[in-house]
Structure formats: structure tokens, C-alpha cells
């Protein structure tokens, strides 16, 4: 497939969805790729089938967005991988069969999401662990429950929606743990309080968890999980150094999420580190513009701040591309200015929350005999011993020990050995350069992946 648009959209979530629909309004000719088999992300997920007929549809507000972008004449490219660029070009692989293909726009909006981000410890790789995301999909869109007694810890306000998603599907939830204590009153979370529709979402999740004598015990971390074959048992501990022992048969434990920035700095876009996440972000203007022309960012590949932040900056990177291609003029001053007004007070409560629940110390505290990276089995000891020779930056620390190499290179744990690797030398956090494919693809049943080595790049 080789194909050229006005605007091409990688991600097909609600600032992807946003932005797509503002462009064909304004006429442009639009494309989304995404490498799920429906739009939506993960915010939208669909439900299929017998769930769908039982339970009905899951955020409805997700399909009418949909609905209307399909109607607006938007070009759906489901199950299609972006897995590498060469000279602006975007190089897709169809997810059924591995079949290649070249797409082009004029501009190029990036809105490809986040990762979860984890912590490992003794014991994370046992079945029966998994990340709250993980928890929350089986819950809402399969209507399945991952266990029948779960603790659910890590950082975050993410865990409180997942607790009440596991209450729904008959889950006995033992516990929230959070490993700091940013429930507890304050002057940083008084300022949450004039966040109405935050505070009122809080409470719906508090009242729930309330009503089914859930405790949110706050200062504990998960230290170790162990069973025989499946997790049994998770001990913890709080911060005042107290260890309990808690029997389980699901653990859902996460520290919030991380940008998806591997397309954008393929292409060249300048990035920095959130000096509260440690996490790497594109530098960008109010309307998602990269310091690569033509290029555009939204939703939480520019950093993490939910489905109201991702459909605001959508909007505005739609009204931005759609003028830049000289499409429209101008937009509605009135409008810019209230988006612009919403996106600025959001973004000021996403650093408020990150700075209430930033977890990054838990880094320091993983064990040597860690297993941080699963597909080469390398362990944090390893990651530090090899920190402390010469060649002690995070790449020579990547070459020699392979963490990082491995099918997810270092999507599972990136975040893990660049904080192990700083902490070690005591240098600044770094991160994993972007490099093809950015996930394993499917190679075709011809064998050949490009038609001219010259055009294949490093694989």
C-alpha cells in the first residue's frame, strides 16, 4: 500500500479522533492509522458481541465520536502498525498479514498514547499479576474479573476507577495500596478542590470503595509476590517499616503511565524530561507543533493529562493543521480561546496530581535479584554492576547487558533500567533512543520487507 493525504493521524484515541474530525470538516483528506482492529484506544475501547447485548456500550460518547468521523469521511487504516519512517514517510505493517506499506501526509499529527508504568519486584512475572489497565480491560469491556481476591497497589488515582471496575464484575477487592500518602489533607491537594468535576469523580470512587469496606491504605508498597505457579501471596510493607503478608489470587499494581514517543523522535521531533516524571516529552506549543515542520502532537504521547486534556489538544491540533494546510483562515477566536482556557487549567491540574502521586523513588528500592527486564531476563543487579564500569552511560549499559533488547524494547522496562542506571552513576536520567521496527512486525510470506535495501533502514 503506498497512499498520500492531506493530514495523517498515528493513534486512533480521542485527541487522534478529535483532530481527525476537525480536519475533514475543514475538507482536508484524512487518515488514521492505528494497530488495533477498532478505533477508540484505550479510553474508547468497544465491546463485541454477547457483552455488547448484555450490557450495552461502553462510554457511548466514544462511538458517537466514531460514528461522526467516519460520516466526516475520514479513512479508517485499522490494524496498521506504524513501525518505522524514512524522509517523512510513515511505514505501516497490516497487523492480519504482515503486508507493508508507505503512507504520506502533508502533515502528520503523532497521537500514539501511553504505556503503563511499571516497578519491578520479586515475583512480578508470576500469572496472576498484571497492570492495572490490564485489570480495568477485562473489566469493563470483557466484563471479567482477573481474580477473585485482588490487591490493587502502586501510585496514582488510575487505581481507585480500577478497584470500583473490579467491585462491578464481583471481584473481592482486599485492598487499594498507595504508596504515597496524597489522599491525607495538605496545602498541595487543597488545591484540587476547585477541580469540581474532579473532586466529584473522586468522590463517586471513594463512596463506592467506601460502601464495600475497601481500605485505601496509603505508604505501602508491594515488596515480593510468590506462589507455585500463580501468585498466592504478596507481602508489603508500609514506610514506617511495617511487613504484612496478604493472600491473594491477583495482584493489579502500577505507578501511572509514560509517553508513546518512539514515532515522534523517529522523525526528529526535539524532546525534554518532565522534571516531576522523569519521563520524556516532546517539546511542543500550545496547538501540539513539534520543532519538526509539519509535525504535530496530542493526547498523552505529550504528556500524561486523561481523555478531557487528549480531546482538548485534539481540537486545537485539528484547528492548527487545518490552518497551516491553508484550509481555513481562521477559526472562531472565541472558540481557540475557550479550548485554549481549558487546556491551561488542565494541564495545571495534571502537574498538581503528578506531584501528589509521583512514585520515582520506588526505583532505588528494587532488589539486586530483580528480574527489571522480562524478555532478556536480566536483573537489577546485573543493571548496576555493569553501571559501575567505564562505560557507564545507559546505551553501553544496554549493549552489554541486552536489557532493553528484547521484543518490547524497553516498553516494559525502559523506565526501570534508565532510573537504575542514573541512580548508579549518579548521572541524569536518560532514555532508550527510538530505533525500527518500533515493535516486532510480521514479515511477509514473500520474505521481503522493502523493495531496495537502501530504503530498509536499521532493523
Known sequence: MTADYDAVIVGGGPAGLTASLVLAQAGARVAILDEQTELGGQYFKRRHGQVLERHGDFRPAGTKLIESVRRA????????????????????????????????????????????????????????????????????????RVGERVLVAGSGPFLLPVACSLLEVGASVIAVLETTHSYRL????????????????????????????????????????????????????????????????????????????????????????????????????????TTTAGLYVAGEVSGIGGVDLALTSGHLVGVAMAMDLGLVSQSSTSTVARLLRTQARLRKFNLLTARLFSSDDGFRSIADDTVVCRCEGVTAGTIRRA?????????????????????????????????????????????????????????????????????????
Open 387 to 459: 553501571s559501575l564500569k567505564g562505560w557507564n552511560d545507559l546505551q553501553a549499559v544496554k549493549g552489554f547487558t541486552r536489557a532493553g533488547m528484547g521484543p518490547c524494547q524497553g516498553r516494559e522496562c525502559g523506565a526501570a533500567v534508565a532510573r537504575l542506571v542514573a541512580d548508579a552513576t549518579g548521572s541524569a536520567v536518560e532514555a532508550f533512543p527510538a530505533r525500527m521496527p518500533i515493535k516486532p512486525i510480521s514479515v511477509p510470506s514473500d520474505g521481503i520487507l522493502m523493495t531496495s535495501p537502501q530504503q530498509a533502514g536499521p532493523l
Open 186 to 289: 495538605s496545602t498541595t491537594n487543597l488545591a484540587a478542590v476547585t477541580y469540581l468535576k474532579r473532586m466529584r469523580e473522586l468522590a463517586q470512587y471513594l463512596g463506592t470503595l467506601c460502601r464495600h469496606r475497601v481500605p485505601i491504605r496509603q505508604g505501602w508498597r508491594v515488596l515480593e509476590a510468590s506462589g507455585s505457579g500463580h501468585v498466592e501471596r504478596i507481602r508489603v510493607s508500609s514506610d514506617r517499616g511495617q511487613i504484612e503478608e496478604i493472600k491473594v489470587d491477583a495482584l493489579c499494581v502500577g505507578y501511572g503511565f509514560r509517553p508513546s514517543t518512539e514515532v515522534p523522535r523517529l522523525l526528529g521531533v526535539e524532546c525534554r524530561l518532565d522534571p516531576v516524571s522523569n519521563d520524556l516529552v516532546p517539546v511542543i506549543d500550545d496547538f501540539g507543533r
Open 73 to 144: 469521511g475520514v479513512e479508517c487504516l485499522t490494524g496498521h502498525l506504524v513501525w518505522g519512517v524514512q524522509d517523512g514517510d510513515l511505514w505501516t505493517s497490516r497487523v492480519e498479514d504482515g503486508e507493508l506499506g508507505r503512507v504520506r501526509g502533508r502533515v502528520t499529527l503523532v497521537a500514539s498514547g501511553a504505556y503503563e508504568k511499571t516497578i519491578p519486584f520479586p515475583g512480578w512475572t508470576l500469572p496472576g499479576v498484571c497492570t492495572p489497565g490490564c485489570a480495568l480491560h477485562f473489566a469493563t469491556v470483557d466484563r471479567v
